[in-house]
Every structure is written in structure tokens, then in C-alpha cells.
């Protein structure tokens, strides 16, 4: 079984400021993770993945995410955030055995301030 | 383009009339997937295609039917639809390669609303 915890639903940052949003994962066999960008009215982005390798990955749009296998995290970080990063975004997990099940996280709603 | 596609995009209806909503993809990917999104419970599957004429429940797969009888198209039948399964559904696929590492790709979204 594998499931998905993204503490902070709704996280506001001024423009400018370092986006952190946060991701736990449990899973009983070594996890695929993904992070995933909802805009209004739109269907979900791949921001970024981590499948295995190097654990600090970069995605688009200057996001990054780092897995830690200790701490079962893999935290969304953005040094500067733009008005344009205002979205919905989603921490996902699988892992090659699961027949491609997808289980994401509830969510945390960005907002920019301007 | 490579795309998953979903009509309708937008569909309000009323309790126990049957609909479907067709999903296409033109990536000849051998998953594909459907998820509810309701506002705090993230995106939940409700089923799931590993190839043509193989299909498994989800996680709330309760009032829901698909079928999977060619590559590209996965419709999701609602038989009687309830005012419950009113909600965001999103249509996904994925191909069946080792290498792609379960990379989804995501359809635009139907709202589905019943009253």
C-alpha cells in the first residue's frame, strides 16, 4: 500500500519569497515520485519526477524536489516565486510494482502575493 | 500533437440518466486511467487499463463501469448517476514501458455535474 501526506492545503508566499511545499510519502517498495501543477480550469502538468538516481531533481519553471529516503519526504522548492506559480499543486506516488497505480496527495493550493 | 482527449468537458444531467465520457489518446500507450478530483481528497482513481479487455477497480470504483475495447479510447459509464458523483474527472494514460517509470499524462478534465 502507499499513500500520500501535503501538509498545508492553502500556502501563501510574496513574490519573490522561496516556495516550500511539503510531501510525504509512505510506500512498502522503493517509490516513483512526482509532483504535478493544476492551473484553474486546467487539466495537471508534470512539474517533475524522481523514478531513481541522482535524488535532487529539477523540473520546469525553476522548481526542484529532493528525495529523501530517510525522512520519506520529497519537498517542492522554488528559490523566487513568481505570480505565475499561483496553481494547485499535487505530490503523487507509485512504484514499478504497482501496476501504474497513481496515489496522490490532496493538494496545496499556491497563492503569490503580490 | 500527443494528447489525451475528453468529451464532454462540461456535463450537467440529471439523477439515473446514463451518460458517457469518452476519453482518447493518440500516444498507442497500453494504461490508461480514470480519477475523480473532489476539492480536499486529491485526485482518487476510479479505474484503471493495463491493455484492451483488461480493466481493474480503483479506489472508489462504486457506480462506475468503463470498458477498454480498443488501445485508444477509455469511456467511463455512468449507469444512474447520483448527485454524489458530481465532481472534476480526469482521464489519463501512460505507456507501458519500463523506461517511462508510470509518467501519466493527463487529459483536460470533464465537470460533471448531476442534479
Known amino acids: 500500500a502507499q499513500s500520500v501526506t501535503q501538509l498545508g492545503s492553502h500556502v501563501s508566499v510574496s513574490e519573490g519569497a522561496l516556495v516550500l511545499l511539503r510531501c510525504n510519502y509512505s510506500s512498502s517498495v522503493p517509490p516513483y515520485l512526482f509532483w504535478y501543477v493544476q492551473y484553474p480550469n486546467q487539466g495537471l502538468q508534470l512539474l517533475l519526477k524522481?523514478?531513481?538516481?541522482?535524488?535532487l531533481v529539477k523540473g520546469i519553471n525553476g522548481f526542484e524536489a529532493e528525495f529523501k529516503k530517510s525522512e520519506t519526504s520529497f519537498h517542492l522548492t522554488k528559490p523566487s516565486a513568481h505570480m505565475s506559480d499561483a496553481a494547485e499543486y499535487f505530490c503523487?506516488?507509485?512504484?514499478?510494482?504497482?501496476?501504474?497505480?497513481?496515489?496522490f496527495g490532496s493538494g496545496t493550493q499556491l497563492t503569490v502575493l503580490p | 500533437e500527443a494528447q489525451v482527449t475528453q468529451n464532454p468537458r462540461y456535463l450537467i444531467t440529471v439523477t439515473g440518466k446514463k451518460l458517457t465520457v469518452t476519453c482518447s489518446q493518440n500516444m498507442n500507450h497500453e494504461y490508461m486511467s480514470w480519477y475523480r478530483q473532489d476539492p480536499g481528497l486529491g485526485l482518487r482513481q476510479i479505474y484503471y487499463?493495463?491493455?484492451?479487455?483488461?480493466?481493474d477497480k480503483g479506489d472508489v470504483p462504486e457506480g462506475y463501469k468503463v470498458s477498454r475495447k480498443e488501445k485508444r479510447n477509455f469511456p467511463l459509464i455512468l449507469e444512474s448517476p447520483s448527485p454524489n458523483q458530481t465532481s472534476l474527472y480526469f482521464c489519463?494514460?501512460?505507456?507501458?514501458?519500463?523506461?517511462?517509470?508510470?509518467?501519466?499524462?493527463f487529459g483536460p478534465g470533464t465537470r460533471l455535474t448531476v442534479l
Open positions: 487499463s493495463m491493455n484492451v479487455e483488461v480493466t
Open positions: 503523487a506516488v507509485t512504484s514499478s510494482g504497482s501496476a501504474r497505480q497513481l496515489t
Open positions: 524522481y523514478t531513481t538516481g541522482a535524488t
Open positions: 489519463a494514460s501512460s505507456s507501458g514501458s519500463v523506461s517511462s517509470y508510470n509518467e501519466q499524462f
